[in-house]
């Protein structure tokens, strides 16, 4: 059996959701890791995806990094449509709203993302495009 560590994309989220976490949660170099639920933009289809995460004044804040590419993730595209997700956390399942973190709040927030995933930093510099922070907050 492949250690969570390992997981990543769809299977990291299967994991996740079959042990609400215990096998997932934590991720690599200690990462922790929340279930984002979107809905396509075009399918209107539910999509999942495991995104290391930070808890921030009772919010919580992912980066849609996609590892530095020109184009933002999907799943970010999709909560710009419809901010209306849900989100899991071990086995807390909730509905939230998700929003771009403003230019005031971001510097803060992108310093406590950095500080468990310091390849954010590496990423901002291989695109042109500002990757941002999303603040999900319960609903």
Do not use: C
């Amino acid at each position: 059996m492949t250690s969570a560590t390992e997981l990543h994309g769809p299977p990291h989220v299967a994991r996740y959701l079959e042990t609400d976490g215990e096998d997932g949660y934590y991720w690599r170099n200690g990462t922790e890791i929340l279930i984002l639920f979107t809905r396509g933009r075009k399918t209107g289809e539910q999509r999942s995806h495991a995104l290391i995460f930070r808890e921030h004044n009772g919010a919580y804040l992912v980066v849609a990094s996609k590892g530095g590419a020109e184009a933002p993730p999907a799943w970010f595209v999709n909560l710009r449509e419809e901010p209306a997700v849900e989100v899991q956390i071990k086995g807390d399942r909730f509905p939230a709203t998700a929003r771009v973190a403003t230019p005031e709040e971001k510097p803060e927030m992108w310093a406590k993302m950095t500080e468990v995933w310091p390849d954010y930093d590496e990423y901002q510099t291989k695109t042109s495009r500002e990757i941002p922070v999303v603040v999900l907050e319960r609903a």
